[in-house]
Nanobody, 117 residues
Framework: QVQLVESGGGLVQPGGSLRLSCAASGFTFSMAGMSWVRQVPGKGLEWVSGINSVGSGTRYADSVNGRFTISRDNAKNTLYLQMNSLKPEDTAVYYC??????????WGQGTQVTVSS
């Protein structure tokens, strides 16, 4: 079965950085487009970034473009999200998901990111 395990979240001050990781199993990771999505309590899921199966194409939501970088290591079945210049409004639970911006599914348990001074 599909399993996605996110890690790397935590508490960081505004302007700081974090790197999230997502270990994938149960499907052919190297053939799957992947995304990061996030959720603030009381709100729906927000797509943040996506990457194609080979890592040559990436997309970002306007709110994170220029600050976040998505990448993947298909040899390790792992997806990453480098987050720089973090803002309080980036506070959310972050999930990795299988699929692209409009068809993502099968997300993991999430990792909490809190940006606060």
């Amino acid at each position: 079965q599909v399993q996605l395990v996110e890690s790397g979240g935590g508490l960081v001050q505004p302007g700081g950085s974090l790197r999230l990781s997502c270990a994938a199993s149960g499907f052919t990771f190297s053939m799957a487009g992947m995304s990061w999505v996030r959720q603030v309590p009381g709100k729906g899921l927000e797509w943040v970034s996506g990457i194609n199966s080979v890592g040559s194409g990436t997309r970002y939501a306007d709110s994170v473009n220029g600050r976040f970088t998505i990448s993947r290591d298909n040899a390790k079945n792992t997806l990453y999200l480098q987050m720089n210049s973090l803002k309080p409004e980036d506070t959310a639970v972050y999930y990795c998901a299988r699929g692209g911006r409009y068809d993502y599914h099968s997300w993991g348990q999430g990792t909490q990111v809190t940006v606060s001074s």
